[in-house]
């Protein structure tokens, strides 16, 4: 599936309105399509009168995302196994002018909508941000999370909505990112993340300045160099690969020059143990 097809990103203005860090959900975490450990079956939903109707599923879906296209000539796919970190069993329901997953509670996993216009938009915050919402609350989506971010890519809009771990912290693992044309009344891309808090906590969690010099004992670091730190989620990296659930930590940046220019390390520090959960470095 191609991404953002037939539109070219423009300038990223992220909107000052922003009232959490941008999710940190991976390109890889959102381009990746597949389903891990999956079965497939194909199934015909007017053969079984206990399967729900997935065409006029389809239907309200795309309808609630601003498409107008009729829904027709539906193909399901019942899958089983892993999808952006959600677990269960879900259909995956193709049509001409898009694609839709979703699991067995009926909930939205991903929508795509393969064929659309998109042109530079005059740039109206409270305009989008009141469609964004809109659309957002007709979703089979949770209703629990909030709108945290609102990016201005040019010809499209992205948005985030994240669930509040506790006052003023949210969780970008469990998360939803829509992108959206024409003002917010018209989404293209919806996914669903779902990495949950996994974690054991203490009533006090570790200062900045203890996560601090915890990342420079274990990388061994030089703190002349550290530029930021704030508080977010990660997924562990364990033996190269990143788990399957989310834990506060401690993002700690440094940037180092170098003759090549700035070579940024981004460390995570478990927000209660001080265990090292993982890195990311920027040539």
């Keep these: 599936m191609v991404f953002i097809s037939g539109c070219a990103k423009g300038n990223v203005q992220e909107s000052t309105a922003s009232v959490a860090p941008e999710p940190t959900v991976s390109d890889a975490e959102w381009n990746n399509s597949s389903i891990e450990e999956s079965q497939t079956t194909t199934l015909n ?7 729900p109707n997935y065409e006029e599923l389809a239907a309200d879906i795309a309808l609630a995302c601003g498409s107008e296209e009729i ?12 999808k952006y970190g959600i677990y269960g069993d879900f259909v ?3 049509y001409e002018y898009g694609d839709i997953i979703v699991d067995e509670l009926g909930m939205l996993v991903s929508y795509s909508l393969l064929d659309y216009d998109c042109t530079e938009i005059d740039y109206d915050e409270d305009k989008i941000r009141t469609n964004i ?3 957002y609350h007709k979703l089979p989506l949770p209703q629990e999370y909030v709108l945290t971010s609102l990016i201005n890519a040019g010809d499209y809009i992205e948005a985030y909505f994240s669930r509040e771990i506790t006052d003023g ?12 044309v024409s003002d917010g009344k018209r989404v293209i891309e919806c996914r669903r993340f779902n990495y949950p808090l996994q974690q054991e906590t203490s009533d006090v969690p570790l200062t900045q300045a203890v996560a601090l010099q915890k990342a420079l004992d274990f990388k061994q670091l030089d ?7 704030e ?9 190269g690969k990143a788990e399957m ?9 440094f940037d180092y020059p170098t003759d090549a220019g700035v070579r940024s390390i981004v460390i995570w520090i478990d927000l209660y143990s001080g265990e090292y959960l993982g890195e990311d470095r920027t040539a």
């Design 92 to 94: 995956e329901i193709q």
């Design 169 to 180: 912290i949210y969780s970008s693992h469990e998360a939803v990112k829509m992108l959206a």
């Design 223 to 229: 703190a002349e160099y550290f530029v930021q730190g």
């Design 45 to 51: 939903y007017k053969e079984s009168v206990t399967e």
């Design 245 to 253: 659930f989310s834990k506060l930590a401690w993002i700690l940046k």
């Design 71 to 82: 829904i027709s000539d539906i193909n399901t796919t019942k899958i089983t196994g892993n």
């Design 133 to 135: 919402l809109e659309i």
């Design 231 to 239: 508080i977010s989620t990660v997924r562990p990296i364990m033996e």
